[in-house]
């Protein structure tokens, strides 16, 4: 009797640990793709974009001036940490908002399956167009490439 039960045990985790596991690889999918969704949106609307790493260089700003003020950075070392994370949001803001939404959508097509999801079916239909779209842009901006480049 004792084996039945250890045996049953035994099978019942193993059947938790695996439903665990697919709810927590369409989770990871469903916020892959939601996060792709924002920087498609944000290709289409750029202020949004902006305003969104604007907001993370304030954040920054501010504690970078806490930290003066208290004393633990110089003039010199706050001005040298404010160019930088001044550089760094110019630099996400100017990246392709497509090519990141396309690596987000491919991220929950490739990396979380199986199981097969809804997710990972919109991200893998929302990859083509994206694909596309970002070819053009590039296209437009004259950068060359080859299609393994954007793999």
């Known amino acids: 009797m004792s084996w039945r039960r250890a045996l049953l045990t035994a099978a019942g985790l193993l059947a938790f640990v695996y439903a665990a596991a697919c709810v927590d690889v369409v989770l ?4 892959a793709y939601n ?7 944000w290709n289409e609307r750029p202020e949004l974009k902006k305003a969104h790493f604007d907001a993370i ?11 003066r003020d208290a004393g633990r950075l110089t003039p010199a070392e706050f001005d040298k940490r404010l160019g930088l994370a001044r550089f760094e949001r110019d ?10 939404a396309y690596v987000w ?5 490739e990396l979380f399956t199986p199981p097969e999801s809804r997710w990972t079916a919109m991200s893998r239909e929302k990859m083509k167009t994206t ?12 950068i060359p490439y080859q299609d393994y480049m954007l793999e």
Request: charge should be positive; avoid cysteine.
């Open 28 to 31: 990871r999918a469903r916020s």
């Open 91 to 100: 630099q996400q803001v100017s990246e392709s908002s497509l090519k990141y």
């Open 35 to 41: 996060e792709g969704e924002k920087w498609l949106s």
């Open 105 to 109: 959508f491919q991220t929950a097509a």
């Open 131 to 142: 694909r596309e779209l970002w070819k053009k842009e590039l296209d437009a901006k004259k």
């Open 57 to 67: 260089l304030a954040d920054q700003q501010a504690k970078l001036e806490k930290d």
